[in-house]
């Protein structure tokens, strides 16, 4: 069985810990029918099954589907996962689609994960399709916080949504570290920054990916509090979360704005230093062209009377030698001033 936990709570307690959805099936239908005490924070008796499952199969998938009456769009998307964060109310229904996230710093990478949720009149299904999810935090919050239990299944949700997007932050500080890093290595010249850069944005850009959307989702899912009876408190915890969703979609596009510039930072410097190494290669060829010029004047001269023809004008001279040194030694000075005026030595 992929059932992770299973429990169903009464007024706030919790009063039973099924083994099996059949059992949970049972015991509820017995708890709906034999109401007790009233809770002292509400009005009437609260009974809420919480089934947490990780990557059912399709018959434990079908089996929940048929006994809460599951919309057949809304199983077919929690078995085929990779979702974007939704929010969709099918009847009494409602279908939650969220993407917590874990940053691993060892990698620098952030960790998507994803999280169907159903929530009914009397139940909250939680199914999970990553390792980490931060379900079984909220499990024990709740537990220990009975006025959430006793908002019934909203409560559940929105205890949900609150563990999941304050686990961003955590991760929007290691981005942000990674974004302090990437500054000062592209002014120390370090190597493979721009590859670290672009693998960075690609982290940022799936992150954005899996909060964006939850802004515009929770605000729909507000235009419902009336018609669905949402208790006035769990309005406003729910409207502070949603302003935990802004703040993080904020720092995101924010951090791809840095991003960008840090881009265009590593281009620039990247242009500047290419252009002093062939300015610093431009002054070796000048050097080297200017000793080869010095010494391919007197190699002239030497290869004309190296030549050994019978009949050189040159070759009964007596000053003929000294003069031709002379005339080597002689140019290779005039050329050595030439290119000493044009800096070139």
């Not at 969220?98 to 994960?113: K, L, N, S």
Request: proline fraction near 4%; aromatic fraction near 8%.
């Amino acid at each position: 069985m992929s059932i992770v936990e299973n429990a169903i709570y009464r007024n706030g307690r919790r009063v039973e810990s099924p083994r099996s959805l059949e059992e949970t099936y049972d015991l509820l239908q017995r708890m709906l029918e034999h109401p007790g005490e009233p809770s002292a924070s509400e009005s009437g008796d609260t009974v809420v099954a919480w089934i947490g499952l990780y990557r059912p199969d399709p018959d434990e998938t079908r089996s929940l589907a048929e006994h809460f009456h599951l919309h057949e769009l809304a199983v077919e998307d929690t078995v085929q996962a990779h979702q974007r964060p939704k929010m969709e109310r099918y009847g009494e229904t409602l279908f939650t689609v969220i993407r917590p996230a874990v940053y691993q710093d060892a990698t620098e990478t952030v960790e998507i994960g994803e999280i169907h949720i159903f929530t009914g009149p009397h139940f909250v299904i939680t199914i999970r399709h990553s390792e980490s999810s931060g379900v079984g935090r909220v499990r024990k919050r709740v537990e220990e916080d009975r006025e959430l239990l006793c908002f019934g299944p909203d409560g559940v949700l929105y205890a949900l949504l609150d563990q999941i997007v304050d686990d961003y932050f955590p991760v929007l500080g290691g981005l942000e570290n990674d974004i302090d890093e990437i500054e000062d290595a592209l002014f120390a010249g370090q190597p493979n920054v721009s590859q670290r850069i672009y693998e960075l944005a690609r982290e940022i850009n799936d992150f954005h990916r899996g909060v964006a959307p939850l802004s515009n989702v929770m605000q729909r899912y507000f235009t419902g509090f009336t018609k669905y009876g949402t208790h006035e408190e769990l309005q406003h915890r729910l409207r502070d979360v949603l302003d935990h969703v802004i703040q993080v979609s904020g720092k995101l596009e924010s951090m791809r704005a840095s991003l960008t510039d840090a881009m265009s930072v590593d281009s620039t410097l990247t242009t500047a230093r290419q252009n002093e190494a062939a300015m610093q290669q431009n002054e070796q060829m000048k050097k080297i062209s200017s000793w080869a010029a010095i010494l391919f004047a007197p190699s002239i001269v030497g290869s004309i009377y190296g030549m050994n023809f019978t009949h050189m004008p040159e070759l009964d001279w007596r000053l003929g030698y000294p003069m031709s040194l002379g005339l080597m030694l002689l140019v290779a000075v005039v050329l050595y001033a030439v290119f000493k005026v044009k800096n070139w030595l």
